[in-house]
């Protein structure tokens, strides 16, 4: 099944602890991409990948960091968690940038 | 003013009336694309158009690349319709999109 999978879907954390959320597709997608979701502010973009070791700042990179290795995987890493970055997280993605994107379940993150 | 303006914010039909959310963008654009969140919080797209019409069952999308602007109809609601769709862009410059708000479509049997 065609899907894109992260990991952990739910997380309590404290200030100052180093996480990451996996996200891991199986689609041999080039493009994948990390938002968040907050109340009254939407979707915005993190940071998204065209390929393998390429990527780049959306809207909203600061406080988080990405690596692309290889295809099929894309983690979002947050070196020194902090209260402002409790949110939502989708991963997303897609055959290339201009092609429907497929998003995964959702992490929700909290930041204590 | 943000970049993607939705209208309207909140949406409470009749199960069978028809439906149109409205989508205005002020940059150019590549790419718009049609997204619905369920309740439970997953993301589905719907439609991706850089141009005219797309049609999928009883939802039509289109676009006016001139005036800026998309609308997303919803033929014969269905209270399994009810969900925020949002509208989402991808600028001509770079490959990040851009989203608007939501729009909370609730439709009553």
């Known amino acids: 099944e065609a899907q894109v999978t992260q990991n952990p879907r739910y997380l309590i954390t404290v200030t100052g602890k180093k996480l990451t959320v996996t996200c891991s597709q199986n689609?041999?997608?080039?493009?994948m991409s990390w938002y968040r979701q907050d109340p009254g502010l939407g979707l915005r973009q993190i940071y998204y990948?065209?390929?393998?070791?390429?990527?780049d700042k959306g809207d909203v990179p600061e406080g988080y960091k990405v690596s692309r290795k290889e295809k099929r995987n894309f983690p979002l890493i947050l070196e020194s968690p902090s209260p402002n970055q409790t949110s939502l997280y989708f991963c997303?993605?897609?055959?290339?940038?201009?092609?429907?994107?497929?998003f995964g379940p959702g992490t929700r993150l909290t930041v204590t | 003013k943000n970049e993607v303006e939705q209208s309207p914010q909140n949406l409470t039909a009749q199960e069978g009336e028809f439906i149109t959310i409205n989508c205005s963008y002020s940059?150019?654009?590549?790419?718009l694309h049609w997204l619905q969140q369920h309740p439970g919080g997953g993301i589905v797209s719907l439609f991706m158009?850089?141009?005219g019409k797309k049609k999928h069952g009883r939802l039509i999308a289109t676009i006016n690349i001139q005036e800026k602007h998309s609308s997303l109809h919803i033929t014969a609601s269905h209270p399994r319709d009810s969900a925020v769709y949002i509208c989402?862009?991808?600028?001509?410059?770079?490959?990040?999109?851009?989203f608007g708000e939501g729009t909370q479509l609730t439709v009553n049997p």
């Open positions: 990948s065209m390929n393998v070791e390429v990527t």
């Open positions: 689609m041999n997608h080039e493009y």
């Open positions: 989402a862009v991808k600028e001509t410059s770079g490959s990040r999109l851009t």
């Open positions: 997303a993605s897609s055959r290339m940038a201009l092609y429907e994107q497929y």
């Open positions: 158009l850089s141009s």
């Open positions: 940059v150019g654009i590549s790419a």
